[in-house]
Nanobody, 112 residues
């Protein structure tokens, strides 16, 4: 089973930016979907964004226009560029290769 490792999280002020990375242990078929999810304290895990290929992306309404999902198949890495961050974006962020290959999660904290 593929292993996924997230990096790039941390503490940032509201309005700031972070870029998350998710490195896979094996190559992923370029047309296979990859996704980001997040889980805030006391809440259920929620979907953030999905990418199949360049131009084939989708986003939750709460992040649309602020977050950008991308992938580099040669580097076996998934990215999430997060701009204009808000305190409500505070959560543990997870990458996913469907149906059930999850990363360990990485904390993102946005201070007001």
């Amino acid at each position: 089973q593929v292993q996924l490792v997230e990096s790039g999280g941390g503490l940032v002020q509201a309005g700031g930016s972070l870029r998350l990375s998710c490195a896979a242990s094996t190559s992923i078929v370029s047309s296979y979907p990859m996704a980001w999810y997040r889980q805030a304290p006391g809440k259920q895990r929620e979907w953030v964004a999905t990418i199949i290929s360049v131009g084939s992306t989708s986003y939750a309404d709460s992040v649309k226009g602020r977050f950008t999902i991308s992938r580099d198949n040669a580097k076996k890495t998934l990215y999430l560029q997060m701009n204009s961050l808000k305190p409500e974006d505070t959560a543990v962020y997870y990458c996913l290769i469907p149906p059930a290959s999850w990363g360990q999660g990485i904390q993102v904290t946005v201070s007001s």
